[in-house]
């Protein structure tokens, strides 16, 4: 085995079962012989131990100096995370003063976390796990950037979500409802392309469909008037109604009496797993950012490690792994490291301080190295490389993964502000983003408005459709944590990993960090975690 570099040292402990210390690995990798040191340090471990602390390699390398066969002591088994941070800015630094601390304190240490059981070893079934994943347009991409890309897109979309509403209500097109009788009820299925108020405080909603445009009056006083404030741009909606009396002279309009989204339908029941398992649904981890609380997550980490986290085999993270570069303005003031790939190697670094039998998928953010618009791919192979630990599944954002049965959308979440910046404050916000994921959900698209915050990449299909109902919806982005049932689907924003920022500072939002929400898949209910 050649081992030469702290990564295979990683990758050689990783496949033996052993989760990697830093430190540990940096003097195996300093050793004369590291491929001898690191046979001799697993061999030495105690049966119980979870991570080969810095100490026990010492020893075995100091022993190895003075007396190659001398026998060693029982080593202590891995120490706990719970010292505070030592306020150094440097993440990486932080990082080795908190585990170098730790080590020194020895067993006996009077601020141990107690509750911790030291023997635990998790021993998952992994027979009984599945994981499967649809929808993702990695390696799919079609795109050239072409206006008929756009074209396409948007056409799929149309095609796909009018066919729900078209077994709900009797629709006609466009091209047709124009050359109707006045006076006459029909019903279109089209996509918003204007919505605007009259001067009499009406709403004039223009539906577009593939043979044309047609004016659709939402009246004030109906009673569904206050639903016009949920609609976006470029969603697909259904209306029926009443033709004006001069339509067939060509400027007719539809008044509206009832109003459709493709939705959820309200007795939706979703899948459940067949045995007591669970996931961590968790995302914006902003890994390289000076407010990544490094704290947090290795007790979640190490969290995951106990008898408690025994049934957490899935761990879900939906993007911004890292904080990346030239994402903001001024970003770069608030860098702990500035290199791309140092922030991804710094992330995996943190990511193998969780257990080695979970199933993990990851899916990228706005703050991660792919492009921007979406359907974002999954990371390309020399991010895969960085990221190799625990074998992760890297799949699009977004990507439908299936847990043992249970169908968990994973979507970024880009839209969200947008959503929350349209909409009232009682339909979304980002104290409640789960409701704005409640929007997303009714109409049946994970990005509907185009050409804001959200941009969409021109594809042959819109891979943001939600062609199935989904039985979990997992978002992040907006860094707050909320969770709700809409029509029986569990939503789930999931927090950060990240301290409020100047940015968010300026703008008041205070973000919920160090959350982990943990999901029952056999009942799809919701416990929260709390590690900051
Ligand atoms: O963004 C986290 C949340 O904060 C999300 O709601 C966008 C918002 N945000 C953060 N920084 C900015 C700047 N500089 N401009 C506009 N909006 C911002 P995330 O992208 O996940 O860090
Ligand atoms: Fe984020
Ligand atoms: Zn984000």
Same mark, same amino acid.
């Given at each position: ?14 496949s033996?079962?052993y989760n ?10 300093g050793?004369d012989?590291p491929g001898?040191a ?17 100490d026990?390699v010492r020893?075995?390398?100091?022993d ?7 026998d ?17 800015k440097?993440?990486?630094?932080r990082?080795?003063e908190? &585990? $170098?601390? #730790?080590e020194?304190?020895? +067993? ?9 059981? /030291?023997? *635990? !070893? ?6 009984? &796990? $599945?994981? #499967?994943?649809?929808?993702? +347009?990695?390696?799919?991409s079609t795109?050239?950037?072409?206006? /008929?890309? *756009? !074209? ?12 729900q509403l ?15 009788p006045?006076?006459g009820d ?9 919505i ?8 004039l ?12 009056l939402?009246m ?9 404030d ?12 009443t ?12 008044f509206?009496d009832?109003?459709y ?25 902003h ?8 704290d ?12 408690e986290?025994?049934?957490v085999?899935y761990l ?5 792994m890292?904080e ?8 770069d003031?608030e ?9 991804y190697?710094?992330f995996?670094?943190?990511?193998k301080?969780v257990?080695g039998?979970?199933?993990?998928v ?10 921007l ?13 960085i990221?190799?630990?625990?074998d ?7 990507s ?14 880009v ?19 789960h409701k704005?994921?409640y ?10 408005q185009?050409g ?16 199935q109902?989904p039985?979990v ?15 029986n689907v569990l939503a789930?924003n999931?927090?950060?990993w ?15 960090a ?6 029952d ?8 975690r709390?590690?900051?």
């Amino acid at each position: 085995m050649p081992m030469e570099t702290p990564a295979r040292i990683v990758s050689e402990l990783t496949s033996r079962g052993y989760n990697a210390d830093p430190e540990a690995v940096t003097l195996l990798a300093g050793a004369d012989e590291p491929g001898l040191a690191l046979a001799a340090a697993v061999e030495r471990a105690p049966d119980d131990a979870l991570k080969l602390s810095a100490d026990h390699v010492r020893r075995v390398l100091d022993d190895a100096g003075a007396n190659a066969n001398a026998d060693i002591a029982s080593p202590e088994p891995p120490a706990p995370n719970t010292s505070a941070s030592t306020g150094a800015k440097n993440s990486a630094n932080r990082e080795t003063e908190r &585990r $170098s601390a #730790d080590e020194t304190k020895g +067993v006996e240490s009077a601020d141990r976390d107690a509750s911790r059981p /030291e023997q *635990f !070893v998790r021993d998952p079934d992994l027979d009984a &796990r $599945s994981l #499967d994943i649809a929808g993702d +347009v990695t390696g799919e991409s079609t795109g050239t950037g072409e206006y /008929e890309d *756009f !074209v396409s897109v948007f056409r799929d979309r149309y095609k796909r979500l009018s066919s729900q509403l078209r077994s709900r209500v009797n629709v006609r097109p466009t091209s047709a409802v124009r050359k109707m009788p006045g006076g006459g009820d029909t019903a279109i299925v089209g996509m918003i392309s204007d919505i605007r108020s009259t001067a009499s405080g009406h709403w004039l909603i223009e539906l577009e469909d593939t043979s044309g445009t047609y004016p659709c009056l939402v009246m004030k006083d109906r009673e569904f008037a206050d639903v016009v404030d949920e609609l976006l741009f470029d969603e697909v909606i259904a209306v029926e109604g009443t033709l004006s009396d001069d339509n067939d002279d060509g400027d007719g309009i539809l008044f509206v009496d009832s109003l459709y989204f493709p939705d959820v339908p309200r007795t939706y029941e979703p899948s459940t797993a067949d045995r007591h398992v669970q996931a961590a649904l968790i995302s914006d981890v902003h890994v390289g950012s000076q407010e990544f609380m490094a704290d947090a997550w290795s007790r979640f980490a190490d969290w995951l490690h106990t008898e408690e986290a025994e049934r957490v085999e899935y761990l879900l993270l939906a993007g911004d792994m890292v904080e990346g570069v030239g994402v903001y303005p001024d970003q770069d003031e608030e860098l702990d490291i500035v290199d791309i790939y140092d922030q991804y190697e710094q992330f995996s670094e943190h990511l193998k301080e969780v257990p080695g039998d979970l199933d993990i998928v990851m899916i990228p953010g706005n703050h991660d190295a792919v492009r921007l618009a979406e359907p974002q791919p999954g990371f390309d192979d020399e991010l895969r490389s960085i990221m190799s630990a625990h074998d992760a599944e890297i799949t699009g954002n977004p990507s439908t993964v299936t847990v043992e049965g249970v169908d968990v959308l994973m979507y970024h979440g880009v839209s969200l502000d947008e959503v929350i910046a349209e909409l009232p404050e009682e339909k979304a916000s980002y104290e409640e983003p789960h409701k704005a994921m409640y929007q997303l959900l009714k109409k049946r698209h994970v990005a509907p408005q185009f050409g804001g915050k959200t941009r969409l990449a021109p594809e042959e299909r819109d891979y943001l459709v939600m062609d199935q109902v989904p039985d979990v919806f997992h978002t992040g982005h907006v860094h707050k944590l909320g969770w709700g049932k809409y029509h029986n689907v569990l939503a789930v924003n999931s927090g950060c990993w990240q301290a409020q920022t100047a940015f968010q500072k300026s703008v008041n939002i205070d973000p919920d960090a160090g959350f982990a929400p943990i999901l029952d898949l056999d009942t799809l209910d919701m416990t929260v975690r709390k590690f900051s």
